[in-house]
Every structure is written in structure tokens, then in C-alpha cells.
């Protein structure tokens, strides 16, 4: 098994831009999520999923959108990247909600 | 909503000694889970230890083990015998166990420092 993985490792927008983080994980998850943690501080909630077609915010959901369309796969889109969004942001996985969540290695955004 | 405070922004020990981290948390549930998470440079987040509210035994792994004190709502991680290994940034975080949300809520961090 590869895990949680995503892509890019790291990414320079500038102000305005869209893109998308990939995140993946093979394990047959049910439950995935985007993080996002900045400079001293823990990890905060952007979006999770419960399931294929089902997605709810969490914490900080202003200015990213997310969808499930199968399993493996949770996308998180910036829709026009902002200088506030300069983050590290993690996706993480699980098989159900009381069992143990996973880590991808981390995307680096930098926005300009 | 529920809130996880790491009280030490830094901590250092000697390479075997023991150190504990302190976690408090803050919830109006009776069932949830607690976990210390490993950050080192890497930027990977490594579970160390996981402790279920509803079980009163302190988790142990390996060197690691947890106090767990719930009426205190208190949950410190003890590491015995440090290895240089061990220096990273740890997170503390809960989980609850009532709704579908997939949620974690993290402490701020410890930075350890591991001293040859």
C-alpha cells in the first residue's frame, strides 16, 4: 500500500490563481480530510468527507472547495489563491470515525 | 466545540532521560479519543499513541506511554529513555466519537528537544 499521497510536494501561486491539490490514499478508506497548518500552530480543519458524494466544512472551509467522486480520491481546489493561504495543508484518512487517521506527506503553498 | 491546549511551546531532555508532555482538552463528552502525534523535519505526521476515552487503562507503546486522567481532562505523554530520534514537534488531538464529522482538533504543539 502507498498510503495517503499527495501531489504537488510543493507549489508558488500568485495572487489570484486557482489549482488543486491531489490527494489519494489506497486502504479503502471511508473518511478523508484536508488540513491546513501554519507557522506555530496545530493543524485546523478546511473540509472532510464521510464517503463517495459526501462533503462537509470544518474549521476553515472560506476559499476552498473540495468533492468525492470515488473513494480513493479527495481533491481540494483553491479557487483564487490568496496571500492568507500560504500554508502547509495535509491530507488524512481513515476507515471509519473511530479508528486511526493517516497522514499524506504534506503540500507546501506559497502564494505571492 | 471542543479545544486541546499544549501548554509547553518547547521542552528539552538529556538523550535517556524521560520527558512528559502535557495535553489538556476541553469537551462536555463522555466518549472521544486522544492522540499524540510525531512532526519531525520531515513534515510527516507519525501516530505515536492512541487512548480510548471509555478505557481506563493508561496506553503504552514502547517507550512511550500516556497519563490519561479524565475527570482532570488531562492526557501527558511520557517518553522514556529519549533518543535523538525523538526530537520533533508533537501534537496533541482529539477526536470525538459522536458525529460523522472527520474531525480532529490539535493542541498547538511541543517542540522536543533531544540534548547528547
Known amino acids: 500500500n502507498a498510503g495517503v499521497t499527495q501531489t504537488p510536494k510543493f507549489q508558488v501561486l500568485k495572487t489570484g490563481q486557482s489549482m488543486t491539490l491531489q490527494c489519494a490514499q489506497d486502504?479503502?478508506?471511508?473518511?478523508m480530510s484536508w488540513y491546513r497548518q501554519d507557522p506555530g500552530m496545530g493543524l485546523r480543519l478546511i473540509h472532510y468527507?464521510?464517503?463517495?458524494?459526501?462533503?462537509d466544512q470544518g474549521e476553515v472551509p472560506n476559499g476552498y472547495n473540495v468533492s468525492r467522486s470515488t473513494t480513493e480520491d479527495f481533491p481540494l481546489r483553491l479557487l483564487s489563491a490568496a496571500p492568507s493561504q500560504t500554508s502547509v495543508y495535509f491530507c488524512?484518512?481513515?476507515?471509519?470515525?473511530?479508528?486511526?487517521?493517516?497522514f499524506g506527506p504534506g503540500t507546501r503553498l506559497t502564494v505571492l | 466545540a471542543q479545544t486541546v491546549t499544549q501548554s509547553q511551546p518547547e521542552m528539552s531532555v538529556q538523550e535517556a532521560e524521560t520527558v512528559t508532555l502535557s495535553c489538556t482538552y476541553d469537551?462536555?463528552?463522555?466518549?472521544?479519543?486522544l492522540f499524540w502525534y510525531k512532526q519531525p523535519p520531515s513534515r510527516q505526521m507519525i501516530l505515536v499513541i492512541r487512548?480510548?476515552?471509555?478505557?481506563?487503562q493508561n496506553a503504552t507503546e514502547n517507550r512511550f506511554s500516556v497519563n490519561f486522567q479524565k475527570a482532570a481532562k488531562s492526557f501527558s505523554l511520557k517518553i522514556s529513555d529519549s533518543q535523538l530520534g525523538d526530537a520533533a514537534m508533537y501534537f496533541c488531538a482529539y477526536r470525538t466519537s459522536y458525529n460523522a464529522g472527520n474531525m480532529l482538533t490539535f493542541g498547538g504543539g511541543t517542540r522536543l528537544m533531544v540534548k547528547p
Open positions: 468527507s464521510v464517503g463517495a458524494g459526501i462533503t
Open positions: 486502504m479503502n478508506h471511508e473518511y
Open positions: 488524512a484518512s481513515s476507515y471509519s470515525r473511530t479508528t486511526t487517521m493517516f
Open positions: 487512548q480510548e476515552a471509555y478505557k481506563q
Open positions: 469537551t462536555s463528552e463522555s466518549d472521544y479519543y
